[in-house]
């Protein structure tokens, strides 16, 4: 055991306390105390508040012999003797709660008081977090601004744990709502991509074999419609050219006829070199290359190499805005100075809905079709989807500044729906 003593002569009046409650307030760094007047030997320590310090460990025997007797004789002490003056923490409620724990600590040696006590606390899981409120029990008046309170409520079942955690578990339940809402919304577009998808179900039952039960959300996506084919066809007058989906069939069509611009594949000055590469050697006046070199004839080589809308490789002259070989002046597109204004409908009409279709080039040949819905694509008469049946010349337009008849040429490009 210990004593504790005031500096007012040696050894003047001693305090016996226990042995653990001097631990507890050396542990404490020794806050100030007032001690009540017990008695003339106390009239010395009781006159201030100074600061009191370990003296020595003292003879056992001068304290109480009974366990129990010094227990109620340290709880005694604590109530009648000890006020807090200096050091908030140590409150009479929290010295209680250290005297229980040591009670505690005697009857479970497991027991560490020194680590905090964390357990589950079992709250219903339809519990009303309300609105956004501002509870009075929570303490919460001056951050109502910051966190946004708009009604005020005697209760909220979460303000005890703070506002961090009631904050925290009303963003989780306003996520909730959002979600459900929009799993509700997004629902609907899934059903519709389900139901949309061109494959069979025993063509799904056999994806889902080969791969896993998630690939069955592959389904609900526009990814299951399909992959689309380009094919590009480019014949002149007097010939005839087969366009071919290698699977599915074709969905679009564009058609030109007369002097169009752009081509199916890459010009022959356009085109690599054996060796791979472009026929001309970017300079580096800009990061990504200037083509400025030249051929005999003074013209510009194309030196950027890229690739066509059709997957061809080939050299452009230039960038695009991308800083990307800019091919765009090969994409197939009309002459509005020679252009036929039939070409479109006869190549929809002839190639509309079905994996292959067969164009004879003849301007004066007349091309007749039936105007039906094939494979969910109506064919039109020259605009007019109303008709049955549909003839057209394919060198009805504009020909006035086009080449002799037997220089014309046509371009159409399918695009083809291929479902996995």
Known sequence: HMGFVKDCGPRRGVKILSYEYAQYVKAQ?????????????????????EELEILELVDGSQLPTKEDERQAYDTERMKREFSLKTDPALRYDKAARALALKELRQMFPAYDPRKPVRYFVTLPLDMDLGRHQCPRVAGCEDVQLQVGCIAEDDYEPLAEYGI?????????????????????????????NWGASPL??????????????????FF???????EKQIVCQEES?????????????FIAIEAFYGDPYGTCGCPTDQQLQNNGECPGEPSYQKPWGVCTEKDGNGDVKACLAGFTDYGDECCAYEANDNRKPDLSDLRPRSNPSCDSTTAQYIAQGLCLGTSNCTIAVNSNRTY????????????????DSNATTCAERLGTGNFTSCPTSGERSMIVVGTCWTPY
Request: aromatic share 14%; with cysteine; hydrophobic share 40%.
């Open 237 to 249: 007058e007097g010939t005839a050219f087969t366009m071919v989906c290698e699977s599915g069939s």
């Open 29 to 49: 760094q020794q806050p100030h105390f007032e001690f009540e007047h017990i008695g003339q030997e106390w009239q010395c320590i009781s006159e201030g508040y």
């Open 368 to 383: 007749t079709w039936d105007v039906r819905r094939r494979e969910g694509t109506i064919t039109s008469c020259n605009g």
């Open 164 to 192: 961090g955690i009631m904050l925290y578990f009303k963003f989780l339940k306003a996520m909730i709502i959002f979600f459900g809402v929009y799993s509700s919304v997004a629902l609907v577009s899934m059903m519709f």
């Open 200 to 217: 069979t179900v025993a063509d799904r039952q056999s994806l889902l074999e080969q791969n896993s039960a998630l690939y069955g959300i």
């Open 220 to 226: 609900t996506t526009l990814g299951s419609w399909g």
